[in-house]
Nanobody
Framework: QVQLVESGGGSVQAGGSLRLSCVGS????????MGWYRQAPGKQRELVAT???????NYADSVKGRFTVSRDNAKNTVYLQMSSLKPEDTAVYYC????????????????????WGQGTQVTVSS
């Protein structure tokens, strides 16, 4: 399995900035798309931003122009730079990665995976 560990959450006042990081670890894997999702109390988990291994990114309308997603493929790391934060950005932010994991020993297999991090809390006060 591919493990994801997030860091960088915290509390900030409206208008402030935070940077989230997420590192993937494991063996024999290749990550295609990494991204960030968030879940506020009483709401469903929603997409924030994703980025492919080639650098193509996608954002939720609510964060366009304020958040920037980036990644370091060599480090299996994805970042989320959040600026001009609003109280409505308060949520638990989850890292996600999907790709392929391959093993050659003792037998060959290649299968897709979709992994989630444990989540990191972001709180924006007005």
């Amino acid at each position: 399995q591919v493990q994801l560990v997030e860091s960088g959450g915290g509390s900030v006042q409206a208008g402030g900035s935070l940077r989230l990081s997420c590192v993937g670890s494991g063996s024999g894997f290749r990550i295609n798309t990494m991204g960030w999702y968030r879940q506020a109390p009483g709401k469903q988990r929603e997409l924030v931003a994703t980025i492919t291994s080639g650098g193509s990114s996608n954002y939720a309308d609510s964060v366009k122009g304020r958040f920037t997603v980036s990644r370091d493929n060599a480090k299996n790391t994805v970042y989320l730079q959040m600026s001009s934060l609003k109280p409505e950005d308060t949520a638990v932010y989850y890292c996600n990665a999907e790709g392929v994991r391959t093993s050659y020993s003792p037998t060959y297999f290649s299968r897709s995976f979709n992994s989630w991090g444990q989540g990191t809390q972001v709180t924006v006060s007005s």
